[in-house]
């Protein structure tokens, strides 16, 4: 059963239970309804309509929602990571401060998309349109903003690691060495 063969459901408690049912929702209607803080991973919601909807602080891991309608929706704070996103509309959509991690983007209509403060990793933008796009404070790395089809006007600046992660690398490298000395010193 699909997504379109239902009616809409009108509460965030009937989408999901459609959810925990393991309901194809590919083209289902979800306009206009508060998701916020929803956890939508591992799913298939090609076609589906999210305009309008509130997806604030919302979680889409390893989703394909290619071809969807995300325009005016509020992803203010949302996690997209591993999403194939292609050829969504995000056509005045909100995603402030949004965190996006390999999402796939190409050929995405982002026009007039609020995407101040987001981070951008790994991006696909291949063909997307982001005309009008807010980047304020915005930051991305290994994101190829010349393959768009229309870049921002206003390029984020660069994300760089936290410094955790490099002071977890060179911890990683001297453990190796000592290692590596101690092994040799005992074989001699």
């Given at each position: 059963?699909?997504g ?8 965030r ?30 799913m ?30 509020n ?19 909100s ?31 291949a063909?997307?349109?982001f005309s009008g796009?807010?980047?304020d404070n915005?930051?991305?790395r ?17 994300l760089?690691?936290?410094?955790w ?23 001699a």
């Amino acid at each position: 059963m699909t997504g379109e063969g239902r009616p809409k459901p009108s509460t965030r408690e009937e989408v999901l239970a459609r959810l925990r049912d393991k309901e194809h929702l590919a083209g289902i209607d979800l306009s206009g309804l508060d998701l916020s803080e929803i956890k939508l991973t591992g799913m298939v919601l090609v076609g589906a309509n999210f305009s309008r909807a509130n997806l604030r602080q919302a979680i889409l891991a390893g989703i394909d929602v290619r071809d969807a309608n995300f325009s005016a929706a509020n992803l203010d704070g949302a996690l997209l990571a591993g999403a194939n996103m292609s050829q969504v509309n995000l056509q005045g959509a909100s995603l402030k401060a949004a965190k996006l991690n390999g999402v796939d983007l190409k050929n995405a209509n982002l026009t007039g998309a609020n995407l101040s403060e987001a981070k951008f990793l790994a991006v696909d933008v291949a063909g997307a349109d982001f005309s009008g796009v807010n980047m304020d404070n915005a930051q991305a790395r290994s994101v190829m903003w010349a393959r768009a089809k229309v870049p921002p006007a206003e390029r984020p600046s660069a994300l760089w690691l936290p410094w955790w992660v490099l002071a977890l690398t060179l911890g990683a490298a001297v453990g190796l060495a000592v290692w590596l000395y101690r092994r040799r010193r005992a074989a001699a």
